[in-house]
């Protein structure tokens, strides 16, 4: 009798245990699978991180590209980071600096390959709006090249894409059919300013 | 209605003579009968009031009260409307270049500043005198623009240039200085009078390739006259341009006159299109390389049309252009931006290959009769690739040529991957004549003058491509010889 109580005791208490275990081990898997629910009011959104990009505008004189610093929003990968980029670049220079992509041009599309080509599609402004020139396009072309090499490792040239096609030129000069490499020659050489 | 403008004078092969002007509306107007004695043109009245002006079997139709004509089918502006004085029909002077000239055989050019009506290939330089004071002498230069040559004939109280051209178109002297008396241009002499007091002078003729000079320097009273060392060396003058030379290994040359159409190109302040000056500017190079060089030039568009980048290349290659120029008129973000352009292409690391496997793909095809033929291949759409170095030295040449004109920034000279360029099967260049987004560029553009200028440049950069030998290309890099070491 004294024996069948002693084991019936063990079995009680061998499934208290058990069903303890269980309970702390559903517990912690519920925790860590669900969003935390705050506890206490949420603190204000940490600053986004930015870098700092070599952007390329037209020079004062309108002679040449300038190099100019600029804080764009931090992104993850490559690509993101090239969208970033080219968005800022689109945006109107600051002061002195003069715009070399037609105001209203947009990004459409950025694709890079594993061979370092980039593949950047620009909306029709870029070619509808453009003044003419040899000079300001082979400006608007190197904007956007020089940019892309300078700022993504890995990339190498760059192609342009005018509205998601293939196009022969942004404004009947330059040759846009094939990824373009980076022109320094274009770039007046001295160092880039910041600007914020 | 007033009369009293000087006449105009008609220079041709035939010689010169006057022909009147009468101003109406404070416009300068010829009579069309005047005309019709140097150009075989031909007046009938319609009944509607308007009048239809035949030349060569094509015609213009004008009415009295619209300042536009229709030359051939194609609208011309007019500073006024034609109009009618009792039997004549008079017209404003600038219907005679734009509306008679595009249907004439013969250059019609009317250098307004000069007053000089030029007809067919007669040689009308254009001479600018520029007098400076130096000390109590003087001097005075004399460029002649393109360089004629020139016979100077000097006295004791002037100095007689006898210039080898048809006329001169003078432009007004600048400058004044005590020593000098005058400076009168009759016929193709210019003679440069001395002041009773000055001392003597002493003149240096010198010859470059895109200009004559003449420098006089004039002496104060009782002294030797002092030559300025930064004169050039005196030089025997060359002859006149020759006409219908013969240009070894050119005998086609293209002109490409950029957009057209719907595509205006680059627009100025001023309204200037780009695709207008192209034109006008191609088709006078044509005239002059035609009858100066001898050679068949291709226009890729002889009319504002739209003409796609490619069609240009096929049209160039088709003809079997030896040499290609593209004309066009810049653009930049900034007005400030000013002076003429030379590009020539630029390979990235695909065309640089594409040249190399050009010459090690060559084939040798047995033709009939025996023997065999190398057949070099090369991509369609990177044609340029075996040119690159001909177009570079075509560049530098015409770099060259607009480097040494009067008000001309250096040229730069430019690679880059210019479209119209890859395909072509020939050595080519695009020439950016000025910038349309500065005002006075814009200006310059629309006239006569310039143009001639621009044009002239082309044509001296072909004629040297055509006749200079090409220089040796640069010899292998040898390896270095072996280091000699005691040993």
Redesign the interface.
């Known amino acids: 009798m004294r024996r069948t109580a002693l084991f019936g005791l063990a079995g009680f208490t061998a499934l208290a245990l058990l069903g303890w275990g269980v309970n702390v081990g559903l517990q912690y898997l519920g925790r860590t699978s669900s969003p935390e629910v705050p506890v206490a009011p949420a603190p204000a959104p940490a600053p986004t991180a930015r870098i700092t990009a070599t952007l390329f505008y037209g020079a004062p004189d309108g002679m040449s590209l300038a190099p100019v610093r600029v804080d764009v929003p931090l992104a993850e990968g490559p690509v993101a980071q090239g969208r970033q980029i080219l968005r800022a670049l689109l945006q109107p220079p600051p002061a002195p600096y003069l715009a070399v992509i037609p105001p209203g041009t947009t990004l459409r599309a950025l694709y890079l390959t594993t061979g370092g080509d980039a593949f950047v599609d620009l909306s029709a402004e870029v070619s509808a709006k453009h003044p003419g020139g040899t000079h300001a396009e082979l400006l608007t072309v190197y904007a956007v090249v020089n940019a892309m090499t300078t700022n993504l490792q890995g990339v190498q040239r760059v192609q342009l894409l005018i509205d998601g096609r293939e196009a022969d030129s942004v404004a009947g000069h330059v040759d846009v059919r094939r990824p373009l490499e980076r022109d320094p020659s274009l770039v007046r050489q001295e160092p880039a300013p910041a600007v914020k | 209605m007033a009369q009293g403008p000087a006449p105009i004078s008609v220079v041709s092969a035939a010689g010169r003579r006057a022909l009147p002007v009468t101003l109406v509306n404070g416009q300068e107007y010829v009579a069309l009968d005047d005309v019709a004695a140097f150009l075989p043109l031909a007046v009938r009245e319609d009944r509607q009031g308007g009048v239809v002006i035949t030349l060569r079997g094509r015609s213009i139709v004008a009415s009295r009260d619209r300042a536009l004509v229709s030359v051939d089918g194609r609208v011309v502006a007019l500073p006024g409307p034609l109009t009618r004085t009792g039997n004549r029909w008079l017209a404003p002077v600038d219907f005679v270049p734009r509306a008679l000239g595009p249907l004439a055989d013969q250059r019609v050019e009317y250098r307004r500043g000069s007053r000089l009506l030029v007809l067919g290939m007669v040689r009308v330089p254009r001479v600018t005198t520029r007098v400076e004071s130096a000390g109590a002498g003087a001097r005075v230069t004399v460029e002649i623009v393109p360089p004629a040559g020139v016979m100077t004939v000097s006295e004791t109280d002037r100095v007689a240039i006898r210039i080898d051209a048809d006329a001169l178109d003078v432009a007004p002297v600048s400058g004044t200085a005590p020593a000098v008396a005058l400076v009168r241009a009759d016929q193709a002499v210019l003679t440069v009078t001395l002041a009773p007091a000055a001392g003597d002078a002493k003149v240096t003729a010198t010859t470059q390739d895109t200009a004559a000079r003449v420098v006089i320097d004039i002496a104060p009273p009782g002294q030797e006259p002092e030559v300025s060392t930064a004169a050039p060396a005196p030089a025997p003058a060359p002859p006149p341009p020759p006409l219908a030379v013969a240009t070894p290994g050119v005998r086609t040359v293209v002109i490409d006159p950029?957009?057209g159409g719907a595509?205006g190109?680059?627009?100025g302040a001023g309204g200037t299109l780009?695709k207008q000056v192209t034109l006008d500017v191609a088709k006078r190079l044509k005239s002059l390389l035609e009858a100066r060089l001898g050679v068949h030039v291709v226009l890729t568009r002889d009319d504002d049309r739209a003409v796609t980048?490619d069609e240009r290349t096929a049209t160039a290659n088709n003809a079997k252009g030896h040499v290609f120029v593209s004309l066009?008129?810049?653009?930049?973000?900034?007005?400030?931006?000013t002076g003429p352009?030379v590009?020539f292409m630029r390979l990235?690391?695909?065309g640089e290959d594409t040249r190399r496997e050009a010459g090690a793909q060559a084939q040798a095809l047995p033709v009939l009769g025996g023997g065999t033929r190398v057949i070099e291949t090369i991509r369609w759409?990177l044609a340029q690739a075996r040119h690159i170095e001909e177009s570079r030295r075509l560049a530098a040449l015409l770099a060259g040529a607009l480097e040494g004109r009067e008000g001309s920034a250096p040229a730069p000279m430019?690679p880059?991957?210019?479209?119209?360029l890859?395909g072509l099967d020939m050595p080519a260049v695009?020439f950016?004549m000025g910038?349309?987004?500065n005002p006075a560029q814009e200006k310059a553009a629309a006239n006569d003058d310039a143009r001639a200028a621009l044009v002239q440049a082309v044509y001296e950069a072909v004629n040297r491509f055509a006749t200079e030998p090409a220089p040796p290309p640069p010899a292998p890099a040898r390896p270095p010889a072996p280091a000699r070491g005691r040993r």
């Not at chain 2, 066009?328 to 007005?335: L, Q, R, T, V, Y």
């Not at chain 2, 880059?416 to 119209?420: F, I, K, N, T």
Request: hydrophobic share 35%.
């Open positions: 950029g957009h595509d190109g680059v627009k780009e980048l066009h008129m810049n653009g930049a973000p900034s007005p400030a931006q352009a590009f990235d690391r695909e759409d430019q880059a991957p210019l479209r119209v890859a695009l950016e910038y349309l987004t």
